[in-house]
């Protein structure tokens, strides 16, 4: 578990990279400040030289007329009013153009530093809002959310044509020249940064919540669908409207949409993990079930189905502008809102979680609470370890068997020291709320274990579990287990692929299935590129071969109205530390530049692998 955030870490973390939205604009200040100090000074040079050559004045009405130049600067002159200075104005021309684009731009960028600190102000606002209740939380997060979408795009714009602006005045006022390419390039990031926010704002991310389980029909199980209304007419909530069973290691309720076995199922949704349910006796079964329906009493369903769509919306705003380039620093500033909101977020729904256990253990005990807590969390842990030794594994494993293995193994993992320290950092898993510490979670309803208890506990023969009133539970399980286990080895079979550094014939075979040789045909017959997981070659090299082990880094670049493919070299010679491939000359460019970039991606991954292995052994 990792440990919570504080102030100083959030400051460090969230709120000193937020400053960054402010870094454009502030130097876009300066700049402009400084180009005008500029400009006035060569106007002052120059007048100064034409007044020293003007041999009709005296030297009284020289110093006279040189004091007024210097009191009323250039672009005093050029951005006055003044009918007296018109004559001044009008003599300088086009220059007082120039000027006023400077007092354009500062006036631009001061608007983006007043936008950036009224949103700061916004965002502590709603932040602080939501610390008050469920609707503060709700309605801030929605005031929040919906004013700092159009600031931030306000703020893609501004600080998009101040950097297109600054790509040209930058080098004409340092350098007397300007880069149509740097302008160029510049431009089209804006563009690029503008239309992923325009287009973020108002595209609505799929809301799918998708469900690995099987539907537990009344007729399939109708003691179990008995009890649960029997539970929550006790607790004065209305019963769910499915039951979903399952094989992961958590119980919860929902109200969202869910997509199971390709239905789509609406209203009150419960879900029940048949692998806990074995290892739980009826009555601390109960105590989950009771603590999962008073998240429905309590509105935490609700609140949540509500609020989801706004955050996954907010969550895919904010990859745009990660993703925009121009925009990262308004990204920065943007996660320093979620990261305030997260803070009230995480404390309400472990106020929840603990009012939900309370509310369990007035109807079941709040002994059964906490074995169940140790069961869960135990079982949890074990079988991530599980996994995670499985997935680490160099064999390939045809029978994964994780369902026998935990089986199996769980009665020595309860009496190892190792559960202790499992379950001295656990949280209940669960897809939608953060749980509290387990220790916290016994203290609320009055309960400590000691070491030995949780020994006793997790070892003690469950005889009466609720599986046992589910018709077919054994072939609803056997079927999630036979899917998930067939995934799992797919999974570890094509990242063995990426591990591999092939020492035998086995092991060529393996990553061979996954990444076959591959010939690419040039649009001439005398053109071919090779590749294969350990080396490519073109018939247009020297020489014809290049393992992938010697390449640096892979780019592409347009040379000639040409598309290249150019390998960067490790110690390459002189004049011999890049080969090129011409992409616009192959078939299927696209198709080669793809293929090489999972391969070449496939050797640098077990390149890395083989260092960890190393520093591991």
Not at 269 to 275: D, E, M, Q
Not at 313 to 334: N, S, W
Request: net charge negative.
């Amino acid at each position: 578990m990792s440990a919570p955030l504080t102030v100083p870490g959030f400051l460090r973390l969230y709120a000193l990279p937020a400053l960054w939205v402010f870094a454009l604009p502030l130097f876009g200040i300066w700049f402009t400040g400084h180009a005008t100090d500029r400009f006035d000074g060569k106007i002052l040079t120059a007048i100064e030289g034409q007044f020293a050559q003007d041999a009709e004045l005296d030297e009284a009405q020289r110093q006279q007329t040189l004091e007024f130049f210097r009191a009323v600067p250039a672009s005093t002159a050029c951005l006055s009013t003044d009918e007296e200075l018109a004559g001044y104005r009008n003599s300088l021309g086009e220059a007082c153009s120039d000027l006023q684009q400077f007092g354009w731009m500062r006036r631009l960028a001061l608007a983006s530093v007043v936008v950036g600190l009224l949103s700061a102000l916004l965002a502590l606002a709603c932040a602080g809002a939501a610390f008050v209740s469920r609707p503060f939380q709700y309605g801030g997060f929605v005031v929040g959310w919906n004013v700092l979408r159009v600031t931030g795009a306000l703020q893609t714009l501004a600080q998009g044509a101040l950097a297109v602006w600054l790509s040209y005045w930058m080098t004409a006022v340092w350098f007397n020249r300007y880069v149509p390419k740097l302008i160029g390039v510049v431009g089209l990031l804006a563009a690029f940064a503008i239309f992923q926010v325009v287009v973020a704002i108002f595209r609505r991310p799929p809301m799918d919540f998708e469900v690995e389980a099987e539907v537990l029909e009344e007729a399939h199980a109708p003691e179990l669908w008995a009890h649960v209304r029997g539970l929550c007419e006790k607790l004065k909530t209305p019963p769910p409207d499915h039951i979903l069973a399952g094989i992961d290691t958590n119980f919860f309720v929902t109200e969202s949409d869910v997509h199971v076995g390709g239905r789509v199922l609406s209203g009150r949704t419960l879900y029940v993990s048949l692998s806990l349910l074995r290892l739980l006796a009826r009555s601390e079964a109960d105590a989950v079930l009771a603590h999962e329906m008073g998240h429905l009493l309590g509105g935490d369903t609700g609140h949540s189905k509500r609020l989801a769509p706004m955050l996954a919306h907010f969550g895919h705003y904010l990859h745009a502008l990660r993703e925009g380039g121009l925009t990262l620093p308004i990204f920065h500033f943007m996660v320093a809102y979620r990261g305030l909101f997260e803070f009230s977020l995480g404390r309400s729904r472990r106020e929840s979680e603990l009012a939900a256990d309370r509310l369990a253990a007035s109807l079941t005990s709040g002994r059964d609470i906490a074995r169940s807590l140790v069961k869960v969390g135990a079982y949890a842990s074990f079988r991530d370890r599980v996994e995670a030794d499985l997935f680490a594994s160099r064999e390939q494993q045809h029978n994964v068997a994780i369902a026998e293995r935990v089986a199996l193994g769980f009665a020595q993992y309860a009496g190892s020291p190792v559960v202790h320290e499992d379950l001295g950092g656990s949280v209940t898993p669960h897809p939608f709320d953060s749980h509290p510490p387990l220790d916290a979670r016994m203290a609320n309803v009055g309960e400590k274990l000691t070491a030995d208890d949780v020994v006793r506990v997790l070892l003690e023969p469950s005889t009466s579990s609720w599986v046992s009133a589910i018709l077919e539970a054994d072939a609803i399980e056997a079927r999630l287990w036979g899917a998930y286990e067939a995934r799992f080895s797919q999974a570890h079979d094509l990242m063995l692929a990426y591990r591999y550094e092939p020492s035998n014939e086995a092991e060529r075979q393996h990553v061979e299935k996954h990444f076959p040789p591959l010939t690419f045909a040039g649009k001439e017959d005398t053109l071919e590129v090779r590749l294969d997981f350990a080396q490519v070659s073109c018939t247009e090299w020297e020489e014809g071969t290049i393992r992938l082990e010697q390449v640096q880094e892979a780019t592409t670049e347009e040379r000639m109205f040409k598309k290249y493919l150019d390998l960067r070299l490790k110690d390459g010679a002189l004049f011999k530390d890049k080969r090129s491939i011409c992409l616009s000359k192959l078939q299927d460019a696209d198709g080669m530049l793809r293929a090489f970039g999972q391969y070449f991606g496939r050797h640098k991954a077990m390149e890395e692998y083989r260092e960890q292995s190393q520093k591991a052994a």
